[in-house]
């Protein structure tokens, strides 16, 4: 799990998630990942790489069928919980764009991350230098279309507030599955497996799902914004999407994932 960006609602900055709220609220990021790690298929003794392991669940799960995996994540925060939790699993503060590892591995594995990365070829690079020959790279994250209905909900509200210009604070990289085929053909993977799911998902506490989900994950767009008038804001995009996204008590966000999976096979192309 990786966020570049300032959280304005607690006070915390650069790459710090609430984790609280992100365990408490989001464990569906984790759930919905369960049959990712089918494709994955993890052996007994494989090397993996959990990129963007976010408090470590998933890394763990993988541990269960015998592999050893390192995971790494750009938020000290999400690492600090992911040792406390599994103090037996190797964790480290890393990002995906600067892989700083010597190791190469059997797989990498990346759940819901990569969106967040809006350097992708530099991902893409990394993630293909730290593969061993034959090695399979199988992620999942948003694609083109992903909560388009929120973010237009976001955006309308920052209009009528007089805030257009932190709509430039979109942090998010949502591909097609061409371009990011492309890109993956372009280093040198061929590509086994490539598509556009649509995942539309409950959030969790009723009423209260999208004001966290907004606090959890688009904080980003309120920076500089006084917390009173973010409040405000935050009430319009509930009262603008509410018509189409809040159904029998629950609010729905509109996920789109693009789902890969793509083995390390030729020579690299050496274009950095
Ligand atoms: C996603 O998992 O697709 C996602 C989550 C938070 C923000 C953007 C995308």
Same mark, same amino acid.
């Given at each position: 799990m990786e966020n570049n960006t300032t959280n304005n609602f607690s006070n915390v900055s650069f790459n710090q998630w609430d984790v609280e709220l992100y365990e408490s609220k989001h464990s569906f990021v984790s759930n919905l990942a369960i049959d990712l790690l089918e494709l994955l298929n993890p052996q007994i003794g494989e090397k993996i790489l959990d990129l #963007? *392991? #976010?408090? #470590?669940h998933l890394t763990y799960k993988i541990t269960t069928r015998g592999a050893k995996v390192i995971g790494i994540d750009n938020a000290p925060s999400m690492i600090e919980e992911a040792h406390r939790c599994y103090p037996d699993i190797k964790f480290v503060v890393g990002d995906g764009v600067k892989i700083e590892l010597k190791e190469t591995f059997d797989a990498v594995f990346s759940n819901a991350? =990569?969106?967040? +990365?809006?350097e992708p070829k530099k991902v893409i690079h990394n993630i293909w230098r730290v593969l061993k020959p034959g090695g399979r790279f199988v992620t999942e994250f948003g694609g083109k279309g992903n909560i388009e209905t929120i973010i237009s909900g976001i955006y309308e509200a920052l209009d009528a507030a007089g805030? @257009? @210009? $932190?709509?430039? =604070? $979109?942090?998010w990289y949502f591909p097609t599955v061409g371009e990011y085929a492309t890109l993956l053909e372009s280093e040198g993977f061929l590509l086994t497996f490539a598509r556009l799911l649509e995942r539309p998902n409950k959030l969790e506490d009723g009423e209260y799902g999208l004001r966290n989900w907004i606090k959890m994950f688009? @904080? *980003?767009?309120?920076? #500089? +914004?006084p917390e009173k008038k973010q409040n405000i804001i935050i009430d319009d995009i509930e009262n603008r999407l509410r018509p189409n996204l809040y159904k029998k008590g629950k609010w729905i966000a509109d996920y789109k994932r693009i789902r890969i999976m793509a083995f390390k096979e030729g020579k690299p192309n050496k274009y950095f």
């Open positions: #963007g *392991c #976010g408090t #470590g991350a =990569l969106h967040w +990365i809006k805030y @257009s @210009s $932190n709509k430039q =604070l $979109n942090p688009a @904080s *980003c767009f309120f920076e #500089g +914004i």
